[in-house]
């Protein structure tokens, strides 16, 4: 199997440095609207009147993100027709079918959203998407992105998509006025999965739900950061590379955890995607929703207020961990306008693009050489995810993309989903974790 390299049990130190180096301005130019088609071979060149995306950043929040971008887009690039192909669908669990079956039929959009790290080996092995090694020289990237996240954008050399963002996902979205009335200190965060499901009980008793869950990824997402608190970072990364045994003690307690945990849920919102389950986390009727750094967005969007209005912090018992996933644009082989992709790469990986962005979405630039003045735009929690970045022991999500392609992910989903509703005991779920995996 195509290997990616996996962020394992080291802090992101490459952004360290390339923050304090400085680093430089690429992908500013805004003036190759009339290239030739294929001129010096760059596959980037040419038809540059129009640009189709594929994204699912189409509800709530992730919309109002997205739309950011495209200001930045219709303002470098004014003559470019921008055309949003999106399916809406939280993690891109609609988008992505969609997008295979078009990727499938020859009629690929001319940039479409997939995260880096093993999920690039799908399209990659199946031929769909093309190197842009040569539009990182172009646009200085190299120098503007940490080298541990290019190492996740690069197989055999060749680099096969442009990261827009940088997103945490191991992250408890908090009510302190539910946490208060419930005679728990919101300010004293449990320390671990035990002292975690002891305040749920106590929540419980107050008559309101504990915890949300929505959908099947919402559900994977929650199972991995259990998994991340019970095995720690390193056997966790261990899943991936066949040191840790999915049928290993230490994933049977993660499974009694979720077991357990999921008894906090309401299921009345199992059919839900992950800003609605999360509405009655901002509504005060939940304590807690497990979610990626998107979350911020739904709240702050609400004109809810950091630290009044909600809280956040690590999954109890991954604290010093950031569970990392990046959204990345890529070049697909037959785009029609690749003049047109080649303005969206420059524009999403500008640091104009960067910052308007990841304002609106809650994750953080993926460009590591924001100068101090720029990296004061951001609000608080970004600020904190900043931090954690570059201090943290940084693993890969799962249920977004960096750990595992998606055939595997899928599978491991669907084990959950159906472990989830009952259909399956915590053996049976174990046994179907390890046949996901092979
Ligand atoms: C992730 C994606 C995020 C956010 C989230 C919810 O997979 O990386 O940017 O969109 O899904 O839709």
């Known amino acids: 199997m195509r290997q990616f390299k996996l962020f394992a049990g080291v802090a992101a130190a490459a952004l360290v440095l390339a923050a304090c180096g400085g680093g430089t301005t690429g992908g500013t130019s805004g003036t190759d609207n009339n290239s030739t088609t294929g001129a010096n071979g760059k596959a980037w060149e040419g038809d540059a009147s129009e640009v189709v995306i594929t994204t699912w950043w189409e509800a709530g929040s992730e919309k109002v993100g997205f739309d950011a971008l495209s200001e930045v887009f219709k303002q470098k690039y004014p003559d470019i027709k921008f055309t949003k192909a999106a399916i809406a669908g939280g993690g891109g669990s609609q988008a992505k079918q969609k997008l295979a079956a078009d990727l499938a039929a020859g009629s690929p959009p001319d940039t479409f959203q997939a995260h880096a790290g093993a999920e690039l080996t799908d399209y990659i092995d199946a031929d769909q998407i093309l190197d842009v090694s040569g539009l990182y020289d172009e646009l200085k990237l190299k120098e503007a992105f940490p080298a541990t996240l290019v190492e996740q954008l690069t197989s055999d050399g060749k680099i096969y998509s442009v990261p827009s963002n940088i997103h945490r996902a191991n992250v408890v979205w908090a009510n302190p006025e539910v946490l208060k009335e419930a005679g728990i200190d919101p300010s004293k965060q449990p320390e671990d999965l035990d ?84 509405q009655p ?158």
């Open 195 to 278: 002292a975690w499901i002891a305040d749920m009980e106590k929540i419980q008793a107050k008559g309101k739900t504990p915890l949300t869950l929505g959908v099947a990824w919402t559900r994977l997402h929650l199972f991995e950061t259990i998994l991340l608190a019970d095995l720690g970072a390193e056997k966790y990364n261990g899943l991936f590379n066949g040191t840790t045994k999915w049928d290993s003690e230490e994933v049977t307690k993660a499974i009694k955890h979720f077991e357990k945990i999921l008894t906090f849920t309401d299921k009345a919102l199992y059919t839900e995607d992950w800003e609605p389950a999360m």
């Open 281 to 438: 986390v901002v509504d005060g009727k939940a304590a807690y929703n497990v979610m990626g750094d998107w979350a911020v967005g739904a709240f702050n969007a609400q004109n809810k207020v950091d630290g009044t209005d909600y809280i956040y912090f690590p999954v109890p018992g991954t604290q010093g961990t950031f569970d990392f996933l990046a959204d990345s644009f890529t070049l697909p082989k037959g785009a029609a306008h690749p003049g047109g992709t080649r303005a969206w790469l420059d524009v999403i990986s500008s640091k104009e693009g960067q910052i308007a962005f990841n304002l609106a979405k809650g994750s953080i630039p993926a460009r590591a050489d924001l100068s101090d003045e720029e990296r004061a735009k951001f609000p608080k929690y970004q600020q904190s995810a900043m931090e954690s970045f570059g201090k943290d022991t940084i693993v890969s999500s799962i249920a977004h993309g960096a750990a595992l392609p998606v055939k595997q992910s899928n599978a491991i989903s669907d084990a959950v989903a159906k472990f989830v509703e009952g259909g399956s005991d915590a053996t049976q779920f174990q046994a179907e974790l390890v046949q996901a995996t092979k």
